[in-house]
């Protein structure tokens, strides 16, 4: 009914940029917050940047500053512009959706994840 893709990681050298993509696309009547996650290997998950329908953003400590999310509500789009890339940023970037559908039914939505390689 509701599906996230993400687009655009990759594999790039430390100190480069990456922009990533999630299109959010069904029967959706609406969404309040999209944001981005991401898992390393032997880590729990964590919140990287998360934004609202009204353009309140926030962000985990470690990305601040170098990370910038924004979306297109039009577009049920959103994007996050990685600048400064650090190997620690190396993870599966998830992104996440709070929407409701048509039905009325609101719950949180995953995509399947896009791999970011920070490496020399």
């Known amino acids: 009914q509701v599906q996230l893709v993400e687009s655009g990681g990759g594999l790039v050298q430390p100190g480069g940029s990456l922009t990533l993509s999630c299109a959010a696309s069904?029967?959706?009547?609406?969404?309040?917050?999209m944001g981005w996650h991401r898992q390393a290997p032997g880590k729990q998950r964590e919140l990287v940047a998360g934004?609202?329908?009204?353009?309140?953003?926030n962000y985990g400590d470690s990305v601040k500053g170098r990370f910038t999310i924004s979306r297109d509500n039009a577009k049920n789009t959103v994007y996050l512009q990685m600048n400064s890339l650090k190997p620690e940023d190396t993870a599966v970037y998830y992104c996440?959706?709070?929407?409701?559908?048509?039905?009325?039914?609101?719950?949180?939505?995953w995509g399947q994840g896009t791999q970011v390689t920070v490496s020399a």
């Open positions: 934004i609202t329908s009204g353009g309140r953003t």
């Open positions: 069904g029967n959706i009547l609406g969404i309040y917050f």
């Open positions: 996440n959706g709070d929407i409701t559908i048509t039905t009325g039914m609101r719950q949180a939505y």
